[in-house]
């Protein structure tokens, strides 16, 4: 089994910046691909970003391209999405998780991982 512990979420004023961490823990050499998804009120859950649990590779969801980036920390089994300009639109719960299948990382827009975090709440607004 994988855990996942995610920290860093809060309340933002429109325009700010955020930095979320993904703390992993467990079986974390089956995992081969880490992801941030993010759910609002209503809506469903859907694909933020993913990165390769190892080399280099990433892939962000057309809704925060060029305003993200997802790293990865060796050292701490960690993972982090920093946004930047962010919007009321951005307002939901942000999950990580990780995934033990080798595929692309562009197939996790449409396969769900094996395995997801508790989530943290991240709310845009004066």
């Known amino acids: 089994q994988v855990q996942l512990v995610e920290s860093g979420g809060g309340l933002v004023q429109p325009g700010g910046s955020l930095r979320l961490s993904c703390a992993a823990s467990?079986?974390?050499?089956?995992?081969?691909?880490m992801a941030w998804y993010r759910q609002a009120p209503g809506k469903e859950r859907t694909f933020v970003a993913a990165?390769?649990?190892?080399?280099?590779?990433?892939y962000y969801a057309d809704s925060v391209k060029g305003r993200s980036t997802v790293s990865r920390d060796d050292a701490k089994n960690t993972i982090n999405l920093s946004m930047t300009s962010l919007s009321p639109g951005d307002t939901a719960v942000y999950y990580c998780?990780?995934?033990?299948?080798?595929?692309?990382?562009?197939?996790?827009?449409?396969?769900?991982?094996?395995?997801w975090g508790q989530g943290t709440q991240v709310t845009v607004s004066s």
């Open positions: 990165i390769s649990w190892r080399g280099d590779s990433t």
């Open positions: 467990g079986s974390i050499s089956s995992i081969n691909s």
């Open positions: 998780a990780a995934d033990n299948r080798r595929d692309s990382l562009y197939g996790l827009q449409y396969r769900a991982p094996a395995y």
